[in-house]
């Protein structure tokens, strides 16, 4: 089956670690993207790459770091400067030229204590 | 950057009724704009999209229009059943050839459907 696939599901950690979120996928697709959800909020663009060893940073990147060493592989790591940690991550990926239809992982829930 | 609004933020509909959820944006060069179905604790699903050349698209009971000129698009969905019930997300984004960006979501509707 092709799709995305985050892990894991459920994630806690102690504040002051750095931690990393895994997202790969198999539909051969070139751009994927991380969102963070808050509760009652939409969705907010962290980082997001278009090809290989290139990425850009979107609306909330402070705190968070990203590699895309490999087209499949697009992980995101939280590290101790981002103040809010907590909360549930997407990660989404697209075809780069079109037709632009991003489709979203199942999600892992951070939880720092 | 962009800036994406939407309501209702709860909308609740007797089944079979129409509901219909609406979104401004604020970035007139944005030329992309889907709507997604998120259900507890999973990730959102595109449900219909629409560019910026389209004013509407249809799909079985769902529609979307878009009004270039005002800036705002609107998720229509009509004879509504209990698994129409979710979050509803739209989001705006500019693709062009140099590639996709990411997209600007709204703060999300919660559909509710009362039988």
């Known amino acids: 089956d092709g799709g995305i696939t985050q892990s894991p599901k459920y994630l806690f950690r102690k504040e002051g670690q750095n931690v990393t979120l895994s997202c790969e996928q198999n539909?051969?697709?070139?751009?994927m993207y991380w969102y963070r959800q808050d509760p009652g909020q939409g969705l907010r663009l962290i980082y997001y790459s278009q090809i290989v060893n290139d990425f850009q940073k979107g609306d909330i990147a402070e705190g968070y770091s990203v590699s895309r060493e490999k087209k499949e592989s697009f992980p995101l790591t939280v590290t101790s400067a981002q103040k809010n940690p907590t909360a549930f991550y997407l990660c989404?990926?697209?075809?780069?030229?079109?037709?632009?239809?991003?489709?979203f992982g199942p999600g892992t829930r951070l939880t720092v204590t | 950057g962009e800036n994406v609004e939407q309501h209702p933020s709860t909308l609740s509909v007797q089944e079979g009724d129409s509901a219909v959820i609406k979104c401004t944006y604020s970035?007139?060069?944005?030329?992309?704009f889907p709507w997604y179905k998120q259900e507890l604790g999973k990730g959102p699903q595109l449900i219909i999209d629409?560019?910026?050349?389209?004013g509407e698209k249809k799909d079985q009971r769902i529609a979307v229009t878009l009004n270039k000129t005002a800036k705002h698009f609107s998720l229509h969905i009509t004879e509504t059943q209990p698994e129409d019930s979710a979050v509803y997300f739209c989001?705006?984004?500019?693709?062009?050839?140099?590639?996709?960006?990411?997209?600007?979501f709204g703060k999300g509707t919660h559909l509710i459907i009362q039988p």
């Open positions: 629409i560019r910026s050349n389209v």
């Open positions: 989404a990926s697209s075809i780069r030229d079109g037709p632009y239809e991003q489709y």
């Open positions: 970035d007139s060069a944005s030329n992309y």
């Open positions: 539909l051969n697709h070139d751009a």
């Open positions: 989001a705006a984004g500019l693709y062009s050839g140099g590639g996709a960006d990411g997209l600007t």
